[in-house]
Each structure stands twice: as structure tokens, then as C-alpha cells.
């Protein structure tokens, strides 16, 4: 099998550049890579191989359009393309065919990149879960919702893809997978023709497996000017250790996890400090959750209306529960959030980005539930990013991310501060001793 599908979006096109490499045999890559792995991860919803291909032609034969010209990437299936169907990972759904893509994807496609096709996702991107399976042990659940494009990046099946999070969707599946994950600040970027449950939370999100790739993805999505990501922020990182108040639900694995990415990162020399937040934010978890079922009742109403049988039981009583939610209640939690987004870049203190747990442990065995979001709920909430960091394994051999979080609006630096921080986790540059250091580039 080539090891094409292996390397990452960014020295792909380099050598496209220099004439070493085509768009059609990094496709050809990825789709053999598909044939010989799909059965087993079910990563991909929608697949169309000549489509792919003709656009990994058309590519080859006009002149690039941007770093991403000719590069493949898959698309999470809640997101619209007029290409293939968008089904939302339920069967109220099945068949859907929107007539035009989703602003993201026209934009990939403007830049000349190839849409392999739609990956799998849980119901309405919440929690009943779909068919793909973690691609490093198969008896383990990839995370939930961005699971299909959390499994293909992972195992070499397409170098990017879009996820999302309203929850904790795209950056749980990445530390649960071993990949790369960057959600930015929420209301940057137009997400239009993607589907949309709670406006407040919803935020289209990149999977990569560096962090090259994922600010030159964001760039082109967001039509800012492509520039060169650089490796920190040009001085001493100021690192803010924080556990969060939903610390007492991380197993053992995670704990370890985020400790010693504190004390990788006082080796590499950023200054290392805990912070906690203020007491306002100790229940914007069930702050999340009540806003998130209340707005289910408007954004899927309709077809809990029409087809209640067809949905599983976890959402229905979701949904049912955001009927019980009286208006005041609501209303009072939305302004107390609001009141939370707009003191969180003050909570930072003097800290660059803030250290915190991805997940509460190792991806859970089995395939009927994705694992909890609860360290990634407060976060997506307040509308801040997060860059996802691999790098570290649990006692079971199986990722345990860490995320940095950053201020409301500063997605360069955390981009910049996950690129300083990953190229070090993989290339081992780091002290002997960390009790759990794996490189990523050397899983099957």
C-alpha cells in the first residue's frame, strides 16, 4: 500500500508544487487506503470515487488556486453539498439532496481542493451514535459527533476534514483518535448550509494531523490572507494550568495527561501557572445542557413532530426535556452565559492560552456511545477556541488529548501556541521521562 495517504496536507502540496506528485495519485492514495479499511472503521457515509477523481483531474490540469489545490478533505454529514446527499446521520433524513453546498465547502472547492466525500456522524450531530469505529482498536468508540472525519483523518484515509462542535463534537473524536483539532471562535465563520442546532454554540471545527494543515484549512474557510503559521508567539508562553470545575470527572488517564503537559511545557520554557476561573462559570455545564434542549425544540421540533418513532430515545427525551424548560428559566441562563462570554478573555489574567483536560478518559469500549463532553461543553458555550493536541496514551494504549483554550477572538495565537507545543510531542523533543509519549506518525 502507498504511503502517500500518510503524509500530511501541507508537504502534499509541496511536492505537487514542485511537479513530485499529482492530485490524482494522492487520491488514488487515499481511495486505496479507503478500500483496505473501510469495512472495519465505516468512516464515510458517502463516498463517490470518480467524482473524486475528476476533480483530482480538473486539478491536475489547471493552475493552482491555493496551498490546498488538488488536496483531498472530507466533509462531517451535516454539512451541505449539491454533490452528495447530506442525511444528518438519521433516516428522517435519508436521501436528502441539497441543491448547493454549504459555504465552507464551495469555498474548499473555490480553492481548488477535492471533496472525497461525507463522513459519518452521529444523529443530528448529538449523541446516539453511528457506525464508525476508533480506527487505533475497533472495539473502542472514535468519539462523537465529528466521528467519521476524526476516523478517516486518523487512519490516512484523507489528510483533512471538517467536523463541528456543540458540544464537544469535534474536539473530543480528535483526542479520542490521536489527530489534530482546532475549533475557532464562534460567529467568525459563516455557516451556512451546515446544519444548525443551537446558534449560540454550533461552530463548523478542522481536523488535521498537524497544525500547518489546520490554519492553512481555517485560512481558506475563513478567506483571510494565507500566511505561514508561525512556531509560538515570538516570546515565553504564559500558560494558564486550569482543571476546570469539572475536574472530578477525570479518570486517572487524563489527569496524567494534562500533569505532564504542564511540565512538558515548563521544559520547553513557557511559565506555567494554575488559574481558576471565576465561581460564575462552576455551572455553565447544566447551563449548556439546559439551553441545548430548550433549543432542540425549536431547531428539530419539526421532525420530532412528524417522525418521534423514527428518532432514538436518547434524543426524544432530550427534546422532551427542552419542553419542560419554561421561557424564564431559559432566558435567565442565556443572559447568565452572555454575562460569562463577556468576562471570560478577563479570567485569563496574563495567560496566553489555558491548559485543560479534552476528555475524561481513554475513548470508552464499544460503539453504542461516543463518551461524555463534559470538558468540552463549558468552553464551546463560552465561544472561545480550542486547539486539540494529541500526544499522550492511557493505560490501554489508546490517546488521551489535552486542548489549550484561548481568548475569544485570538485564534492565531492558539493555533501558533498548538503548532509550538505538537511539533515538539511528536518529534520527541522533549525530556526522557514523560510517561506517555507516542508518535503518531508510526500507528498502522
Known amino acids: ?9 501541507t508537504k502534499a502540496a509541496v511536492r505537487m508544487a514542485s511537479g513530485e506528485l499529482t492530485s490524482v495519485q494522492l487520491v488514488e492514495a487515499c481511495l486505496e487506503r479507503i478500500h483496505a479499511r473501510e469495512r472495519e472503521v465505516g468512516a464515510w457515509a458517502h463516498l463517490d470515487e470518480d467524482m473524486a477523481l475528476n476533480a483530482a483531474r480538473v486539478a491536475d490540469a489547471t493552475e493552482p488556486k491555493s496551498p490546498f489545490h488538488g488536496i483531498p478533505f472530507g466533509v462531517k454529514d451535516i454539512i451541505d453539498t449539491a454533490d452528495l446527499p447530506t442525511e444528518c446521520g438519521t ?24 471533496m472525497m466525500g461525507k463522513t459519518v456522524t452521529t444523529e443530528y450531530a448529538l449523541y446516539h451514535p453511528g457506525k464508525a469505529r476508533n480506527p487505533l482498536n475497533l472495539a473502542h468508540t472514535p468519539g462523537g459527533s465529528s466521528s467519521g472525519s476524526a476516523a478517516a483523518v486518523a487512519d490516512f484515509m484523507v489528510p483533512v476534514a471538517f467536523g463541528s462542535q456543540t458540544s464537544g463534537s469535534l474536539i473530543r473524536p480528535a483526542a479520542f483518535c490521536g489527530i489534530c483539532a482546532f475549533k475557532p471562535t464562534r460567529g467568525i465563520t459563516d455557516i451556512s448550509g ?37 512556531d509560538g508567539i515570538g516570546r515565553r508562553p504564559r500558560i494558564g494550568l486550569c482543571r476546570t470545575p469539572m475536574w472530578p470527572y477525570a479518570e486517572q488517564a ?9 511540565e512538558q511545557l515548563r521544559s520547553m520554557g513557557a511559565d506555567v501557572q494554575e488559574v481558576r476561573l471565576p465561581s460564575a462559570f462552576e455551572d455553565l455545564l447544566e447551563t449548556h445542557a439546559t439551553i441545548l434542549k430548550a433549543a432542540l425544540t425549536r431547531s428539530l421540533g419539526e421532525d420530532y413532530r412528524h417522525h418521534p418513532n423514527r428518532m432514538s430515545p436518547v434524543l426524544r427525551r432530550m427534546i422532551e ?6 421561557r424564564d428559566q431559559e432566558k435567565a441562563l442565556r443572559t447568565h452565559a452572555e454575562e460569562c462570554r463577556a468576562s471570560i478573555n478577563h479570567a485569563f489574567g496574563d495567560r496566553d492560552a489555558l491548559l485543560c483536560p479534552s476528555v ?10 461516543t463518551g461524555s463532553p463534559v470538558f468540552q ?18 493505560p ?6 489535552i486542548h489549550l483554550v484561548g481568548r475569544r477572538g485570538d485564534d492565531r495565537t492558539i493555533l501558533s501556541l498548538g503548532k509550538w507545543f505538537h511539533t515538539r510531542r511528536i518529534a520527541g523533543a522533549l525530556p526522557a521521562g514523560t510517561r506517555h509519549r507516542v508518535n503518531w506518525r508510526k500507528l498502522p
Not at 500500500?1 to 496536507?9: P, V, Y
Not at 426535556?321 to 419554561?326: D, E, I, S, W, Y
Not at 481513554?362 to 456511545?369: R, Y
Request: charged share 20%.
Open 321 to 326: 426535556a427542552g419542553f419542560a424548560v419554561p
Open 91 to 114: 433516516p428522517i433524513r435519508a436521501g436528502r439532496r441539497p441543491t448547493e453546498d454549504a459555504a465552507c465547502v464551495a469555498r474548499m472547492k473555490a480553492a481548488g481542493a477535492v
Open 377 to 394: 461543553a463549558m468552553w464551546t458555550l463560552l465561544n472561545v477556541p480550542i486547539a486539540g493536541i494529541p500526544g499522550a496514551v492511557g
Open 1 to 9: 500500500m502507498s504511503d502517500l495517504c500518510k503524509i500530511t496536507a
Open 254 to 262: 487524563s489527569i496524567d495527561a494534562v500533569e505532564e503537559a504542564a
Open 360 to 369: 475524561v478518559g481513554e475513548a470508552p469500549k464499544g460503539i453504542s456511545a
Open 194 to 230: 451546515m446544519l444548525q442546532l443551537e446558534p449560540d454554540f454550533d461552530t463548523l471545527g478542522y481536523m488535521g494531523r498537524d497544525f500547518d494543515d489546520l490554519a492553512t484549512f481555517f485560512a481558506i474557510v475563513h478567506d483571510h490572507t494565507l500566511r505561514r503559521l508561525p
Open 396 to 401: 490501554t494504549g489508546l490517546p488521551v488529548g
